[in-house]
């Protein structure tokens, strides 16, 4: 997962990237970084950590020019942030390149073993160059030509932001995993995984780039193009709203807090237990908890304090590191769980850990009784399209039953919304749009070509 941000203003963007990135800074923390086009040059910063940590006045005061591009992201295991640190940069025919993206290809290494025997050499194991090199192979003073001709060889997850001469295009894949959303104000123009990073720029949020849409910014507004004639199943990752977004996402015309806090109704209608206080996982846990809360009666309590400046603990490389980062993240409040019954509302299991350790240090801290409500189904299978998930091994439903898993993790009840009652949650009259493969294993975008 990444967050990515693109704008073109008619002042110096270095300062708006700098804000627009600090409110995507929840889609990735192990890295950030932008590219500003000075009229003269590309000039490109990126660096391992916090935006707020890594751009510096003086390093924003020397990276000046009207547009520019910018990302937040995460480590893999097996990467080093500064070695695939976005954004990109490359030149062809005399023109220069720059890309931010968010996905994952399914078929990345095929292409880039197909390129490498053509003799291209890569500087990194990253999708997003690729992405890269086949619009430079193709572009011949056609951009738009260039990225559809690309595009035609991607297979996967991808959303991202070219920056081209005086041009942003936006691009997302024809099944529309991963979000990108548009916005503008007198002249100024921007593209983002989330409509916060416009929001707090006083920009007007227009709609999501829709799946398999090009838009770029022209002398008046956006300009719309297809990549293909052909529609795909659209496939927007539901856990977007589980967990990933913000609360204050619009995305797919479904805001994130609404759809939390119905998760929590629809948890209560579909598995009501008899308890003194619900007790919400912050952050996302925070709106399903009220929900769960009004629709019980039962009062709702900050059981839990969270350290702030924790990272998410599923993107955390290793496991040792993941479970330092649980006890540090959540604390149990002793004075408000201490000989309650209580429900913890959370939004996923993964790996089993995070709630293991949570319903201990509740126990500990005196919770008399601990159940446990999820706002997603079981995740049983891999995400192919972007999200770090572990492996079917490491997926703790995929391994066990909903009954062994409570054991496991210590829980006096535990239940995960339906499949059927998270669709609902969306308020959509059209619920076909949502890719729910990691719940039931059905691919849009086979991962065989993996
Ligand atoms: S598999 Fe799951 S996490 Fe991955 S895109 Fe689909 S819904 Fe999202």
Same mark, same amino acid.
């Given at each position: 997962?990444?967050?990515?941000?693109?704008?073109?203003?008619?002042?110096?963007?270095?300062?708006?990237?700098?804000?627009?990135?600090?409110?995507?800074?929840?889609?990735?923390?192990?890295?950030?970084?932008?590219?500003?086009?000075?009229?003269?040059?590309?000039?490109?910063?990126?660096?391992?950590?916090?935006?707020?940590?890594?751009?510096?006045?003086? #390093?924003?005061?020397?990276?000046?020019?009207?547009?520019?591009?910018?990302?937040? @992201?995460?480590?893999?295991? %097996?990467?080093?942030?500064?070695?695939?640190?976005?954004?990109?940069?490359?030149?062809?025919?005399?023109?220069?390149?720059?890309?931010?993206?968010?996905?994952?290809?399914?078929?990345?290494?095929?292409?880039?073993?197909?390129?490498?025997?053509?003799?291209?050499?890569?500087?990194?194991?990253?999708?997003?160059?690729?992405?890269?090199?086949?619009?430079?192979?193709?572009?011949?003073?056609?951009?738009?030509?260039?990225?559809?001709?690309?595009?035609?060889?991607?297979? /996967?997850?991808?959303? *991202?932001?070219?920056?081209?001469?005086?041009?942003?295009?936006?691009?997302?894949?024809?099944?529309?995993?991963?979000?990108?959303?548009?916005?503008?104000?007198?002249?100024?123009?921007?593209?983002?995984?989330?409509?916060?990073? /416009?929001?707090?720029?006083?920009?007007? *949020?227009?709609?999501?780039?829709?799946?398999?849409?090009?838009?770029?910014?022209?002398?008046?507004?956006?300009?719309?193009?297809?990549?293909? !004639?052909?529609?795909?199943?659209?496939?927007?990752?539901?856990?977007?709203? #589980?967990?990933?977004?913000?609360? !204050?996402?619009?995305?797919?015309?479904?805001?994130?807090?609404?759809?939390?806090? @119905?998760?929590?109704?629809?948890?209560?209608?579909?598995?009501?237990?008899?308890?003194?206080?619900?007790?919400?996982?912050?952050?996302?846990?925070?709106?399903?908890?009220?929900?769960?809360?009004?629709?019980?009666?039962?009062?709702?309590?900050?059981?839990?304090?969270?350290?702030?400046?924790?990272?998410?603990?599923?993107?955390?490389?290793?496991?040792?590191?993941?479970?330092?980062?649980?006890?540090?993240?959540?604390?149990?409040?002793?004075?408000?769980?201490?000989?309650?019954?209580?429900?913890?509302?959370?939004?996923?299991?993964?790996?089993?850990?995070?709630? +293991?350790?949570?319903?201990?240090?509740?126990?500990?801290?005196?919770?008399?009784?601990?159940?446990?409500?999820?706002? %997603?189904?079981?995740?049983?299978?891999?995400?192919?399209?972007?999200?770090?998930?572990?492996?079917?091994?490491?997926?703790?439903?995929?391994?066990?039953?909903?009954?062994?898993?409570?054991?496991?993790?210590?829980? !006096?009840?535990?239940? *995960?919304?339906?499949?059927?009652?998270?669709? +609902?949650?969306?308020?959509?009259?059209?619920?076909?749009? *949502?890719?729910?493969?990691?719940?039931?294993?059905?691919?849009?975008?086979?991962?065989?070509?993996?």
């Amino acid at each position: 997962m990444a967050g990515i941000l693109g704008i073109k203003s008619t002042q110096n963007v270095s300062r708006k990237l700098f804000y627009g990135l600090n409110s995507l800074q929840h889609r990735g923390q192990e890295g950030c970084g932008i590219a500003v086009n000075t009229g003269e040059d590309i000039v490109r910063v990126r660096h391992s950590g916090l935006v707020i940590d890594s751009m510096k006045e003086d #390093v924003l005061d020397s990276t000046t020019g009207n547009i520019g591009i910018g990302n937040v @992201r995460y480590a893999m295991a %097996s990467t080093s942030v500064n070695a695939t640190g976005e954004p990109f940069f490359g030149f062809t025919k005399g023109e220069k390149l720059s890309i931010v993206n968010d996905g994952s290809l399914i078929n990345h290494q095929l292409l880039r073993t197909r390129l490498e025997e053509e003799g291209m050499m890569f500087q990194t194991n990253s999708d997003t160059e690729v992405i890269l090199y086949l619009i430079a192979r193709y572009y011949d003073g056609d951009i738009i030509k260039a990225v559809k001709k690309a595009a035609s060889y991607l297979e /996967g997850a991808y959303s *991202f932001i070219l920056m081209y001469q005086d041009k942003l295009i936006a691009v997302r894949d024809p099944n529309g995993f991963r979000p990108l959303v548009m916005g503008h104000k007198n002249g100024e123009y921007i593209f983002a995984s989330e409509n916060a990073a /416009g929001d707090i720029l006083g920009m007007t *949020f227009d709609r999501d780039v829709t799946p398999g849409e090009i838009v770029v910014t022209g002398e008046n507004g956006f300009v719309s193009h297809r990549l293909k !004639d052909k529609e795909e199943k659209h496939s927007f990752c539901i856990f977007e709203h #589980v967990y990933l977004a913000r609360n !204050d996402a619009n995305l797919e015309e479904v805001n994130a807090y609404l759809f939390r806090w @119905r998760t929590g109704k629809i948890l209560y209608e579909e598995s009501p237990v008899d308890v003194d206080l619900v007790v919400p996982v912050p952050d996302s846990g925070y709106p399903a908890a009220i929900g769960y809360s009004q629709a019980s009666a039962i009062p709702l309590g900050e059981g839990l304090v969270k350290n702030r400046y924790m990272g998410r603990t599923f993107i955390k490389p290793t496991q040792e590191e993941r479970e330092i980062a649980v006890r540090l993240k959540l604390n149990p409040q002793y004075h408000v769980v201490k000989g309650k019954k209580i429900v913890l509302v959370d939004d996923s299991i993964v790996r089993g850990t995070t709630s +293991r350790n949570l319903i201990q240090n509740l126990r500990d801290a005196g919770a008399t009784e601990v159940h446990v409500r999820i706002t %997603s189904p079981p995740v049983e299978y891999p995400c192919y399209y972007g999200i770090d998930t572990p492996s079917r091994n490491n997926l703790i439903a995929s391994q066990h039953s909903v009954e062994e898993i409570k054991e496991i993790i210590g829980a !006096d009840s535990l239940s *995960f919304i339906s499949l059927d009652g998270l669709y +609902r949650a969306s308020d959509l009259e059209n619920r076909d749009i *949502f890719c729910n493969a990691c719940f039931t294993g059905n691919y849009n975008v086979d991962p065989c070509l993996l």
